[in-house]
């Protein structure tokens, strides 16, 4: 059974510093990866989405790195700003099922001005 | 182009009653699915539906929670009754194909609280 872990469980940094979210997973055996945030309240954003065989994804101040071997992606943020503030989540879709996302807990990011 | 639409946003039911949400997906999109997300916890999958059939309904509680997509578009999530660890917030999110394990879009979801 596929597991997801995310480390930090809250984060809270002042404005402009760059920042790593990580996330772990059980079983390498996946399809693709997608980081999502989540502001309070409100539904899941999907931020980038990574393939098995890709290694990294960019979009513009967010890049998530895959190192599907070690069960292992990471969420960059670079110069973080207030309104990165929200919840981020990890999600595994595994090649086990069907198209079933496994998601973490989050990381519970806040960036003051 | 639009996005999941769900409704009601918002629920607040008695123990023992029962409840329904209601999801659109985003047109065109052939898989649906209805996660559960608990305070302080990732989604957790209860059903997913390709078109009108279930594909994995193995996490539902069946006892008390159904849900139907009759035409292969809109679909309807049922808890009868409800208990209170159901309080939660009700996530529909939906995909083009199933099989292509494509990104999935998620609506804003639906808050239920059961007192």
């Known amino acids: 059974k596929q597991e997801v872990t995310q480390i930090p469980a809250a984060l809270s940094v002042p404005e402009g510093e760059n920042l790593v979210l990580n996330c772990s997973f059980t079983?390498?055996?996946?399809?693709?990866l997608q980081w999502f945030r989540q502001d309070p309240g409100k539904g899941l954003t999907s931020l980038l989405l990574?393939?098995?065989?890709?290694r990294e994804q960019t979009s513009g101040r967010l890049n998530a790195s895959l190192d599907k071997s070690s069960g292992r992606s990471t969420l960059y943020i670079a110069a973080s700003q207030p309104g990165d503030s929200a919840t981020y989540l990890c999600a595994v879709n595994s090649l086990s099922g069907y198209s079933t996302l496994t998601f973490g807990k989050g990381t519970m990011l806040l960036v003051s001005p | 182009e639009a996005g999941v639409a769900q409704s009601p946003r918002y629920k607040i039911i008695e123990k023992r009653q029962s409840v329904a949400f209601w999801c659109n997906p985003i047109?065109?999109?052939?898989?649906l699915y209805w996660y559960q997300q608990i305070l302080g916890q990732g989604p957790k999958l209860l059903i997913q539906f390709q078109n009108n059939g279930v594909v994995d309904d193995s996490q539902l509680p069946k006892d008390r929670f159904s849900a139907e997509r009759l035409k292969g578009v809109d679909s309807t999530l049922k808890i009868q009754p409800a208990k209170l660890e159901d309080s939660a917030v009700y996530l529909c999110a939906s995909s083009l194909s199933l099989y292509e394990r494509d990104e999935q879009y998620f609506g804003p979801g639906t808050r239920l609280t059961v007192t």
């Open positions: 990574i393939q098995s065989s890709q």
């Open positions: 047109s065109g999109h052939a898989t």
């Open positions: 079983d390498s055996a996946i399809y693709n």
